[in-house]
């Protein structure tokens, strides 16, 4: 059997100059297309970080506007139910758009899902961003579909592009941002003819967010630690307690959802979650499980938390973004990682700082279903010292999170488990 490069060699002078004519135009053609793309979803990011962070400081000057939950729930409501059409199905329309490419992905989700995140965490909804990014940056990169008359095939690899982009740059993580687009499309499988898109969309996205001045949250990079029995022991039993967390909080996301969804009047669903929201808040008395919880995801780097935190955030998420109010996943998945790892300093003989690394992304890992992104994302955010730990954590934390993942619309390409019964090996095929 001939190794590609034998058969190369073996090519005819002609069509080895055509090969090389043609992967010299495939990428001059996506270094203008990313470069548009990660333009685009770099300058709308910068926006809304910025955006993100006044709403978050207003909030915190202003508490009395965590009253106004259910009024902004109603206002989010009315926005999608009138306004919203195929836009209010979020990061699984671009999820869907790629499996079967059909209708345009309308420019009005960019407005929509920017607006309604903003009003959510201005109230005090527990919600992320990166749902946000992704969603403007896959609307904006569609829009170059008829400038560029991409044929379906070619706007899969642009949406991909736009998905990547958005992530890295709502992140500062552009290796992670760029494997995201490509690892959560289809569960086990990545796409290799979107690699070169979604890197270039992804460098040139972060590039520019920190060109325009926008800064990320820093967290300390880890020190060296000899990977022992003892220690190998401990990680596989962290990374498999953050794959089951990861698995409950999209089972109960899930459940929510479909509990909501059981109203037949749609308007009143956020409404009704608001009520619920700013009683639970009321009853803990406390905003730290409220936003995006980034001075509590930097303190778990430095003591052992309480089991409790993880917790609380946890059941805050799921009912916030299951009634319909918008927002992200990801960030309070790293909240509840991160307070989990801490909590697990004071039973397992790791440092504090590392249990709080390995949960930041094995969480995340478990309940996106991208082992790969979240190992790099580790690395970009907490240095290459712990490698091997933070790799343990995402990789088992996949295996023991299910085929169950936060975005509905994810397929399965790839079964999780290397054996399974007949007839859930034909049903895995089949789909």
């Not at 060296?224 to 039993?237: I, V």
Request: proline share 5%; hydrophobic share 55%.
């Amino acid at each position: 059997m001939l190794h590609r490069s034998d058969w190369f060699r073996q090519l005819p002078d002609p069509l080895r100059r055509l090969q090389a004519v043609a992967a010299l135009v495939f990428l001059l053609r996506w270094l203008l297309i990313s470069g548009l793309v990660g333009g685009l979803a770099g300058s709308a990011s910068a926006l809304f970080l910025v955006a993100l962070d006044y709403m978050t400081d207003w909030r915190e000057l202003q508490p009395w506007v965590l009253w106004l939950l259910p009024l902004a729930g109603l206002g989010i409501g009315l926005t999608y139910h009138y306004v919203g059409g195929q836009a209010a199905r979020g990061n699984n329309l671009l999820l869907e758009q790629i499996h079967a490419p059909q209708a345009p992905i309308p420019l009005r989700m960019v407005p929509l899902v920017l607006g309604g995140t903003l009003l959510t965490h201005l109230v005090g909804g527990s919600a992320g961003r990166e749902g946000t990014a992704v969603q403007m940056g896959g609307a904006l990169a569609d829009q170059l579909t008829r400038l560029f008359r991409l044929r379906p095939r070619d706007r899969r690899l642009l949406l991909l592009a736009g998905m990547s982009a958005g992530f890295a740059s709502v992140f500062g993580t552009p290796l992670a941002g760029a494997v995201f687009g490509l690892e959560v499309v289809r569960l086990g499988a990545i796409r290799y003819d979107a690699v070169l898109p979604a890197f270039l969309a992804a460098i040139s996205a972060d590039f520019v967010t920190r060109a325009w001045g926008v800064g990320h949250t820093a967290y300390p990079q880890l020190a060296a630690l000899p990977l022992t029995p003892l220690a190998f022991g401990c990680a596989l039993l962290a990374g498999a307690l953050f794959g089951v967390v990861a698995r409950s909080f999209a089972t109960l996301t899930h459940w929510l959802s479909r509990q909501f969804g059981r109203i037949s009047y749609a308007l009143l669903r956020p409404v009704l979650g608001g009520l619920l929201l700013l009683a639970v808040v009321g009853a803990l008395g406390t905003t730290r499980y409220l936003g995006l919880g980034v001075p509590v995801i930097v303190a778990a780097f430095q003591e052992p938390l309480g089991p409790s935190d993880f917790i609380w955030k946890l059941l805050l998420t799921a009912l916030t973004l299951s009634c319909g109010f918008k927002g992200g996943e990801v960030t309070p998945l790293f909240f509840i990682g991160a307070t989990l790892g801490s909590a697990l300093a004071v039973v397992l003989p790791l440092p504090v700082a590392l249990l709080a690394a390995m949960g930041f992304v094995g969480v995340f890992a478990g309940a996106a279903n991208t082992p790969l992104a979240c190992l790099l994302m580790g690395l970009e955010l907490f240095g290459v010292q712990g490698a091997a730990y933070l790799a343990l954590a995402c990789v088992v934390s996949y295996l023991f999170s299910g085929h169950t993942g936060i975005y509905g619309a994810q397929r399965i390409g790839q079964a999780k488990h290397l054996r399974f019964g007949r007839q859930q090996d034909r049903r895995l095929e089949d789909l």
